[in-house]
């Protein structure tokens, strides 16, 4: 498959003519690597009947207006209408000689299953089916069941252009031993992203810088090939709290008509979201108006495409709330593929607002209270097989009652065990598990630090590797100018800016976050003279008070202070300051 379609040059995989549609049956992973390569409209168009599954009611949504004679099952609590109304779709086309073309929710799919006879002529497609994973720390049930209604369906194709972690894959019976087939495209193909990263303490101050460059017109710029400067008029918040974006508008007196929220349609969203008159929102179809503002839960990460001519994307990422943490390698290449309209600029550009980790649980502890949720998992399991054999299935009621009640009201806090509704017995749910221990890692690993951060950006294969490169170098340098002597933090920043490999990218200006002492001084001497002087800042000041040569176009920073208070207020925007030196000056000054 990589040969191919490397070979043949593709953009789209409806353009694969003799493609081999053996892959779509039995079980099977296929990575397409890249988003909006149109496999979804490749299942939608062929002539295999197909159940498309999606972790998202909008994403279905999105592809039933794009495709004819679809079916988007809507659960509306009534399931005998649905099943009703699923079978007189069927009927129709088999009346008509129309392939059917079934949408519907991961949560739904029991339904269809129910009423369809012969499974064996249909494909599954499994779209996004890394939400599988993400989503079990809060739809852990679904999920479960989700995986378990598909063990009875002859082909299943678990479909994602970012598929789950392979070490946590091989740990379910159901995903281990399956065929693994990876689209490879030709270069073109593949957009690199360059991102501005922005490590902060607090990320609410940072949103509400962008929001006011926004609102004042300070828009981002950009120039292309030809040298025409673009302008970012719209921007694309992604953050994963209906809350904080609630906050954010609050904040900034942000009106309904320069705000886009997309969230979950759900009742609780929806009356939040009333009482500042705003309404769950969608993504405008092509060549209709965007918002200035268009703030997106994950949601919207999968599978939503936005076509706007000048929006830039901006990631928030707070890994001590859990519903801000942005899975890097996960959530990533999503994000960044949703804006699919190739005239704008801003397509491949992204801010990254972080802040970084302050949990301090070892990876000892974490293991011993996996384990001791683990052994209250295996009691349950024993103690439900103890009372089949006792009582058979309805001995089963109050274990299972019990075990719901844990579910619902402490999620999984205590143990691992959940209800498998196909069969009816406790069972241990290792998505919890694995979701536990991918929240481990990135809280506790990767957020850490700022270098491991970028190492993690990098392994997506979509980041600009030097925009990821020279940051990974800046942060490591705002570590180390955290602490340390004077001698150790310049000698830092002189090897950085002696290297031949950065000596040209990163300049004084970039190094804003040290000290205003340390860059009068990389300004007078150079990095060169300071590495002479052993970085030594007492040599280095000799050196300047004796009028040594000092480097060209030496720029020295000086602190001054004017006093206001008597000048009139209207004229304080227009002053204009004359600083008289009293002095003679010479070349060390």
């Avoid at 988003?35 to 002539?47: I, K, P, R, S, V």
């Avoid at 801000?324 to 996960?330: G, K, N, P, V």
């Avoid at 949720?373 to 009691?379: C, D, L, P, S, V």
Wanted: a negative charge.
């Amino acid at each position: 498959i990589s040969g191919y379609l490397r070979e043949y040059n593709l953009s789209a995989i409806k353009e694969w003519n003799d493609f081999d549609i053996s892959i779509l049956y039995g079980h099977s992973i296929v990575n397409k690597t890249i988003t909006g390569c149109g496999f979804t409209t490749y299942a939608l168009e062929n002539n295999i009947p197909t159940i498309l599954c999606s972790p998202r009611v909008a994403l279905l949504e999105n592809k039933h207006e794009q495709s004819e004679n679809t079916y988007l099952v809507e659960n509306e609590g009534n399931d005998e209408v649905l099943k009703k109304d699923l079978n007189k779709y069927l009927l129709s086309c088999w009346f008509d000689q129309i392939t059917p073309k079934i949408l519907v929710t991961y949560d739904s799919l029991k339904h269809v299953i129910e009423v369809i006879n012969d499974l064996s002529q249909f494909s599954i497609i499994v779209d996004e089916f890394q939400n599988i994973f993400m989503d079990a720390s809060f739809k852990a049930d679904t999920e479960l069941n989700f995986v378990s209604y598909l063990q009875d369906c002859p082909n299943v194709t678990y479909l994602s252009a970012t598929p789950y972690i392979e070490e946590y894959l091989n740990e379910l019976d159901e995903f281990k031993d399956l065929p693994y087939y990876e689209f490879s495209w030709s270069p073109d193909k593949i957009t690199s992203v360059n991102i501005d990263f922005r490590r902060i303490n607090k990320t609410n101050e940072e949103v509400d810088r962008i929001i006011q460059d926004y609102l004042s017109g300070n828009y981002p710029e950009k120039v292309d090939d030809k040298g025409v400067v673009h302008q970012s008029k719209e921007v694309v918040f992604y953050f994963n709290s209906v809350r904080s974006i609630i906050t954010a508008i609050k904040r900034n007196e942000l009106t309904p008509d320069q705000v886009n929220v997309i969230c979950a349609k759900t009742p609780l969203n929806t009356s939040k979201l009333k009482k500042i008159n705003i309404s769950v929102g969608k993504a405008p179809k092509k060549g209709k108006t965007h918002k200035m503002f268009t703030f997106c839960t994950r949601t919207a990460y999968v599978g939503v495409d936005f076509y706007s001519p000048s929006a830039l994307s901006v990631i928030v990422s707070d890994c001590n709330i859990d519903s801000l943490m942005t899975d890097i390698r996960m959530d990533f290449p999503q994000i960044m593929g949703r804006q699919r309209l190739k005239e704008n600029v801003f397509r491949d550009e992204c801010i990254f607002i972080y802040k970084l980790s302050d949990s301090d649980i070892t990876i000892e502890e974490f293991n011993r209270i996996s384990e001791e949720k683990i052994a209250k998992t295996n009691r349950d399991i024993r103690r439900g097989e103890m009372e089949i054999q006792i009582n058979g299935m309805i001995g089963l009621q109050d274990l299972l009652e019990d075990i719901r009640d844990r579910v619902e009201n402490h999620n999984y806090e205590k143990d691992y065990t959940g209800v498998d509704e196909k069969t009816g017995k406790p069972v241990f749910n290792k998505l919890v598990y694995i979701a536990e221990k991918r929240a481990f890692e990135l809280r506790n690993n990767i957020y850490k630090s700022g270098v491991k951060i970028y190492n993690e950006f990098y392994s997506t294969s979509i980041s600009r590797e030097e925009s990821v490169e020279k940051e990974a170098i800046l942060d490591s340098l705002r570590d180390i100018y955290s602490k340390g002597s004077f001698e150790t933090k310049m000698k830092a920043v002189c090897d950085i800016l002696l290297d031949p490999k950065w000596k040209e990218k990163i300049a004084i200006s970039d190094l804003h976050f040290i000290p205003l002492t340390y860059r009068n001084l990389l300004n007078l001497l150079g990095p060169e003279r300071l590495k002479a002087n052993g970085y030594s800042l007492s040599k280095s000041n000799t050196e300047i008070d004796s009028n040594a040569k000092l480097a060209p176009g030496s720029v020295a920073y000086l602190k001054v202070q004017v006093n206001l208070s008597k000048l009139p207020i209207e004229d304080i925007g227009n002053a204009t300051f004359t600083i008289t030196v009293n002095a003679t000056p010479v070349e060390a000054d």
